[in-house]
């Protein structure tokens, strides 16, 4: 019954491979999100997907690409995978609310991504 | 642009202390505020919430007001346990289903 799911939640590989984070939430959300969390613990957005449609890419190398195939998965692909890139990658959703009525955001329990 | 200031950490705190962790934003508009707990090896849970000026937020025995005039949200709790030692984020944002922008974290360690 988990809301906003991930997978895997570890990722151990070497520099250079690709690899790809799953995310599906059960929430009925309208809108997805990727985060990073860096070895200081400060998180940063990376995408934000509205019904399918990209709508935040901030500055984020381009070997990152997300994919949303509807609007309850947000995958995150990662072509030749950096040192620099290890972190933990969290997913969220959130569903829009009325009158400024915020509902707040869903996390998932994170991936830890090892580049070695 | 839109920004959240946290204290900074790490505080450690005896059993039964009461706890302040303070949060300052910047952002056009009215923003909802947000407090987030991360334990340790596990994803970030929503604590508690404010989405207007004056509003309490309040849960676990934790506490936060939104304060325009200051533009605040520090996080209170009036008897810490062990088991509250956990990141605790401070976050905003704009509009529902808009970005949340974080501040840095405030790690937060109770000893018995």
């Known amino acids: 019954d988990t809301a906003v799911s991930q997978t895997p939640k570890y990722l151990v590989t070497q520099m250079g491979n690709d690899k790809s984070i799953k995310c599906e939430q059960n929430l009925g959300h309208d809108t997805m999100y990727w985060y990073k969390q860096d070895s200081k613990k400060f998180l940063k957005i990376m995408f934000s997907y509205n019904n399918k449609e990209l709508i935040i890419n901030e500055t984020v190398p381009n070997r990152f690409s997300p994919k949303s195939p509807d609007k309850a998965h947000l995958n995150l692909h990662i072509n030749s995978l950096e040192l620099g890139d290890s972190a933990v990658y969290f997913c969220a959703s959130s569903r829009a609310g009325v009158n400024r009525l915020n509902y707040g955001y869903t996390f998932g329990s994170g991936t830890r991504l090892t580049v070695v | 642009g839109n920004s959240v200031t946290q204290m900074e950490g790490p505080v450690t705190l005896s059993e039964e202390a009461f706890l302040t962790i303070n949060c300052t934003y910047t952002a056009t508009g009215y923003p909802s505020l947000f407090w987030y707990v991360q334990y340790p090896g596990e994803g970030l849970q929503l604590l508690l919430k404010?989405?207007?000026?004056?509003d309490k937020g309040s849960n676990k025995g934790f506490e936060a007001t939104y304060r325009k005039e200051t533009t605040s949200f520090h996080l209170e709790k009036g008897s810490v346990q062990v088991s509250d030692s956990a990141v605790y984020f401070c976050?905003?944002?704009?509009?529902?289903?808009?970005?949340?922008?974080f501040g840095e974290g405030t790690q937060l360690t109770v000893n018995p």
């Open positions: 404010a989405t207007k000026a004056d």
């Open positions: 976050a905003l944002s704009v509009t529902s289903g808009s970005r949340l922008t």
